[in-house]
């Protein structure tokens, strides 16, 4: 089920929303809204994918069950090695889903055998809830939360719809207090909305808009010819310098209303059951280096390998060949945590590679460099990376690189890259200020310069944009096309 979609929109929370806050609380006691909240995450995750439901919770048993045995025998041997299990077991799903296929076709081309394909398909979530449930467990062992003994409110962490298929990644420790003693006030549930509704618009105005120029592009390869609306005939398989620029642009701004726009949708919906999730986005592509993005991206996942793989490896604590080694690890590792396949692990040595420069010389350039170069360095640096990520194969993504320095068919630029230039340039534009804090301050400072009467209109008129805002994404929805979230793959 999406977010984005008129069952979710108009039925299922709507329903849930109701029933949640009609579920009395004894004493203070939010049992039954755990419970209510697990009924419908169940509900949620089933919806799509109804066998693998199982998967989930039996993962979700294991951890629960370590957890108490970890505490059991905690400050004893058998503690490290109950972790250790936990940890093999846990990650032993998500290998099996999502790597088995790889390994054994890399098995073939390297020994030459025939050995068949599993053809799994992945669940959805299970790199997000997998990486929750290690948290947990591995938290505990390191004394850092408390066991969970309530089966319950431990499912409830583990499948919390708002956040289950796409993260942000919410490590236990974030709500281990609020599982048990969240506040639910009405504030709090405006400021929900107000998120969702924000990121809701990222997401079916933004984001699917530019997809579609994505899907264009990625399909220019194919024969045949296009007709544009005024009537005109456009050749297809133009290989452009302009075109292959056009499509990494778009890609750029896609992933980041799209992931950004599913993040605040999720922290809109925690808010409106009364969590608080972690920020997952603070205007990466405003960011000046590479290092400063990571900071600012994913800020969930970023953390989540620092913690639990980069410290333990040792980190910036050790000589300069073994921090270097550590770094290519951990982005080694980032690279196939988003996807089986080389080119991901490419994509993460890329990133590797300037992380490295950014901390022993090109930092320190980047730091005296004029704040229009460094941007600039940065959004071309990301742009590039996307190559490697969203092509399906390293051909594919040579085919690219090719384009960009001039030496596609089409050369420099053709008629179908400056028609799609032209047909989008309004939304590239909308795209290229709403990824910065512009916005914002600009409506921030007009309230404050406004006063009390600014802050009455912006009371007033808020809600009424915001309702606008999901009639438009609502007619959006019910004309458009099935289109899910980018990170829903991962």
Not at 335 to 357: E, S
Request: one cysteine or more.
């Amino acid at each position: 089920m999406l977010f984005s979609s008129v069952t979710f929109l108009y039925w299922f929370l709507p329903a849930v929303v109701l029933l949640y806050y009609c579920v009395p609380r004894p004493r203070g006691s939010l049992l039954g809204r755990n419970l209510l909240l697990f009924v419908a995450s169940v509900v949620f995750y089933a919806w799509g994918e109804p066998l693998y439901i199982v998967i989930m919770l039996s993962q979700a048993c294991v951890g629960w069950l370590s957890g108490l045995l970890i505490e059991r025998f905690r400050a004893r041997p058998a503690a490290k090695a109950l972790l250790v299990a936990s940890v093999v077991v846990e990650l032993s799903a998500l290998l099996v889903f999502k790597y088995t296929d790889f390994f054994v076709a890399n098995l073939n081309a390297l020994l030459h055998t025939e050995l068949g394909l599993l053809a799994l398909a992945l669940p959805l979530g299970i790199s997000f809830y997998t990486f929750q449930i290690l948290s947990y467990t591995i938290d505990l062992y390191r004394n850092k939360v408390r066991v969970q003994r309530n089966p319950l409110y431990f499912a409830t962490y583990v499948t919390l719809f708002p956040q289950l298929v796409a993260g942000p990644i919410v490590r236990y420790a974030h709500i281990e207090a609020q599982l048990t003693g969240r506040r639910h006030s009405l504030v709090g549930f405006a400021s929900g909305v107000r998120r969702f509704c924000v990121g809701l618009g990222k997401k079916v105005l933004i984001a699917n808009t530019l997809g579609s120029l994505v899907s264009v592009a990625q399909d220019n390869v194919t024969a045949g010819t296009l007709v544009a609306p005024d009537g005109a005939v456009l050749p297809m398989g133009e290989q452009s310098l302009l075109f292959a620029a056009l499509f990494l642009v778009a890609f750029s701004f896609q992933i980041y209303f799209d992931f950004s726009g599913y993040s605040d949708m999720a922290l809109g919906l925690g808010r409106i059951f009364g969590f608080e999730f972690p920020e997952n986005f603070n205007y990466p592509l405003a960011a000046r280096s590479l290092t400063d993005f990571w900071r600012r991206w994913h800020m969930s996942m970023s953390s989540w390998f620092r913690d639990y793989v980069y410290i333990p490896l040792g980190g910036n604590r050790v000589g300069v060949l073994r921090h270097t080694t550590n770094i290519l690890i951990v982005w080694m590792v980032t690279g196939l945590w988003h996807g089986a396949g080389w080119n991901f692990v490419c994509w993460g040595l890329f990133m590797a590679a300037f992380l490295i420069a950014e901390k022993h010389f090109l930092g320190r350039v980047l730091a005296r460099a004029p704040a229009a170069l460094a941007h600039l360095y940065l959004f071309v640096l990301v742009a590039l990376s996307w190559i490697l990520f969203e092509s399906p194969d390293l051909g594919a993504a040579g085919a690219t690189v090719l384009a960009l320095v001039g030496a596609g068919s089409a050369g420099i630029a053709g008629p179908v890259s400056w028609y799609y230039l032209c047909s989008y340039a309004v939304v590239l534009v909308i795209a290229a200020v709403g990824c910065t804090s512009l916005p914002a301050r600009c409506i921030a400072g007009i309230t404050a310069r406004a006063g009390r009467p600014g802050r009455l209109v912006r009371a007033v008129a808020e809600p009424l944009m915001l309702g606008a805002l999901l009639v438009i994404v609502t007619a959006f929805v019910v004309d458009g096309s099935f289109n899910p979230f980018i990170y829903f793959r991962f």
